[in-house]
């Protein structure tokens, strides 16, 4: 059988819809089934197609106007920031690396210099000396240095994070 | 990739909305079935047709590409989904309800359509309803240009099978 439509599809069809069949196109129809085919599938689809004219209101074409700017606005800011936001993210990376290639690097030895002048200025005698009151408020001084310092990276902490999500969120924004 | 300006003017953008809209409806709303989504596919469509970077192209060859842009948005929307696979499934629909004279007649005629699969109703509308060409069907469907004249074949020989088991006429009910 043979798997394609007839040469004669498009003429016939063409002439049957403005019924304008001649002789030649009406005997030729009434032996091609792939052209009655053709010509009932077209005019059911046709009527078909008839009813989607009663279909809901579509968005105005203003709307969809102004969302593309909108949109179009977002990718020139997103393309514009791009550099900056890549340094930023590379600086990030850099610091990290550069902080714990430092740390690796000098972190024994300076831990161990740093234990070799504790007990060479003979600091750790003079904290024994010291009345249990006065170690009391020492080592309140240390909590409380400990304690401002934390809270001051947590602080940079959130407010990094703070900003990248805040970044994020705008360019996520739909459109 | 650099973002692109707007790719035609206001005006031409609103004629050509005007002219190809209602029947990018009509296609979305017969290949889904679902307003919702149809709506959805429609906006997004339009805008990425005013967003995108587009060739040289007469007013036909926009509204083609406008067809494409949506065609490939639904395939993308049922990959996502999951649902079926668009060009080979079947599946049973309930029919659209639609405005018509005689609503019987309506609810037997998409009753038709849902036993065509989801590419033998994107094939045989874009060519019949929409008075595409094959060249502009197979671009459209994301199909060979020589494949479409077969897989229409096919599909008209399936859609008129059905047609006449149900007894229907042009131009009346049975």
Redesign the interface.
């Known amino acids: 059988m043979k ?3 007839c040469d004669r599809e498009k003429e016939i069809l063409a002439a049957a819809q403005g019924d304008r069949l001649d002789a030649d196109q009406a005997a030729h129809l009434a032996q091609c089934a ?1 052209c ?3 010509l ?10 008839r ?6 209101p ?2 105005e ?2 709307t ?2 102004r ?3 909108a ?2 606005r977002r ?2 800011q ?2 514009a920031l791009a550099p900056v936001l890549l340094f930023q993210k590379f600086s990030r990376i850099a610091f990290f690396a550069a902080g714990t290639a430092f740390l690796l690097a000098y972190g024994p030895s300076l831990w161990h210099s740093l234990a070799a002048r504790f007990s060479a200025s003979g600091l750790a005698e003079r904290l024994r000396s010291l009345t249990p009151s006065e170690l009391l408020v020492l080592k309140a001084m240390f909590i409380v240095a400990t304690a401002a310092i934390g809270v001051m990276i947590l602080i940079a902490i959130s407010c990094w994070l703070g900003d990248f999500l805040t970044r994020r969120k705008f360019f996520a924004g739909r ?1 | 990739m650099r973002p692109a300006e707007a790719a035609v003017s206001k005006i031409a953008f609103g004629r050509l909305y005007n002219q190809t809209a209602r029947p990018l409806q009509a296609y979305l709303w017969r290949m889904c079935r679902d307003r919702a989504l149809a709506d959805d596919i429609l906006q997004e469509t339009y805008l990425r047709f005013l967003t995108a970077r587009l060739p040289e192209l007469d007013e036909r060859g926009m509204k083609n590409y406008i067809f494409r842009i949506a065609s490939n948005r639904l395939v993308d929307h049922y990959r996502r989904q999951r649902h079926e696979r668009p060009g080979q499934e079947t599946v049973d629909m309930a029919p659209a309800p639609s405005p018509a004279a005689d609503p019987l007649v309506r609810i037997d005629m998409e009753r038709l359509m849902a036993g065509l699969s989801f590419q033998e109703r994107q094939l045989l509308w874009l060519c019949h309803a929409e008075g595409f060409t094959h060249e502009e069907v197979a671009a459209v469907a994301g199909v060979g240009a020589k494949s479409v004249r077969v897989l229409l074949f096919r599909a008209r020989s399936k859609l008129a099978a059905l047609i006449r088991g149900s007894g229907w006429t042009a131009g009346g009910t049975p």
Do not use: F, M, N, T
């Open positions: 798997e394609s439509a792939g009655r085919d053709a009932l599938v077209s005019q059911w689809l046709q009527e078909l197609a009813g989607e004219e009663l279909r809901p579509l968005p074409a203003e969809i106007w969302r593309s700017e949109r179009i990718r020139r997103k393309w459109g």
